[in-house]
């Protein structure tokens, strides 16, 4: 074997050489102290070389992921019971149940994986979660649609026609607090078919007179084109009570209605006002969620958790 020492040309050719034989391991890495949120230790593939590099390991372990690496996504239960059941089954002993008053859209949630509880606690997700919304009924979802909204004569008629059922008589308390209250009379089921019949009967009639009387009822005179100067006198109710159940298969709660017009060029636009519809609502979550904390073991809340599901 010589021993004669390779010249500087051979020497260079041979460093490319070694720097361009490419190997590769896995090797892991520390996180720096006080980072919170991540794993202390990382994979990653170490590639030697010319250039040497660290590669994300992350996407060939996903490719055979057969599970997830958190739980996430929302159950949303159909009924009360089902909500407490999926609650328990996943709760932490730092869930959280969150109550949503809002009378249009009632809902409880539970957020399963919430902020540690104690103090200076560490943080979490937030994005597992069940979820129940109060299933309003048909019923009580048709009045609070068009609740406040104007209606044309023919429209409101056929409104009140259709909906007569959900209507019902004062009782001698309601009539004498809910009279006191508004100032006017609060009208009977008959009277509001009465009403409905007719405004159907003057629906092409043109308003002659609007005025208010001492009981604060309305008196409306209408003025037909094939008549002078005489019309047909409606009277119309400043109140009605409504008696629907908000919540589908629930209990029916009673409730006045404001009864209102606007005339304007001889024509008359009708509406209503329910008042206090975030009564009935309200007092129904809030007695379910005590029930619910008593039966999770979990906090309640009336608000909203601070992250988005």
Do not use: C
């Amino acid at each position: 074997m010589s021993n004669e020492i390779p010249n500087a040309e051979a020497l260079t050719k041979l460093t490319q050489l070694a720097a361009e034989a490419r190997g590769g391991e896995i090797v892991h890495l520390s996180a720096p102290d006080g980072v919170k949120g991540v794993p202390s230790t990382i994979p990653a593939l170490k590639i030697a070389g010319a250039t040497p590099q660290l590669v994300n390991v992350q996407g060939l372990f996903e490719h055979w992921r057969t599970k997830p690496s958190a739980k996430r996504g929302v159950a949303r239960a159909l009924t009360l019971d089902s909500f407490i059941a999926l609650t328990v089954r996943h709760k932490t002993g730092h869930s959280a149940l969150f109550a949503d008053t809002t009378w249009t859209k009632p809902g409880l949630t539970a957020v399963i994986d919430y902020h540690e509880a104690v103090n200076g606690g560490e943080p979490d997700n937030g994005k597992h979660r069940v979820a129940y919304e109060f299933p309003l009924s048909e019923e009580w979802k048709a009045w609070v649609q068009t609740n406040g909204e104007p209606f044309k004569q023919i429209d409101f008629a056929a409104f009140i026609e259709d909906r007569i059922a959900e209507l019902t008589a004062p009782t001698p308390d309601e009539a004498s607090f809910y009279e006191d209250l508004f100032a006017t009379r609060i009208a009977t089921p008959a009277e509001l078919v009465t009403l409905s019949r007719g405004l159907q009967v003057n629906v092409d009639s043109r308003v002659k007179n609007a005025s208010v009387l001492q009981t604060g009822a309305a008196q409306i005179v209408f003025e037909e084109e094939h008549r002078d100067a005489n019309g047909n006198v409606l009277k119309v109710p400043g109140l009605f009570m409504l008696a629907v159940a908000p919540f589908f298969m629930g209990e029916k709660a009673r409730i006045p209605v404001r009864l209102r017009y606007r005339v304007s060029g001889g024509s008359i636009l009708w509406f209503y006002q329910i008042y206090r519809p975030d009564l009935a609502v309200t007092q129904r979550v809030r007695e379910d969620l005590p029930r619910a904390a008593e039966q999770t073991e979990l906090p309640a809340f009336e608000a909203a958790p601070e992250m988005s599901a």
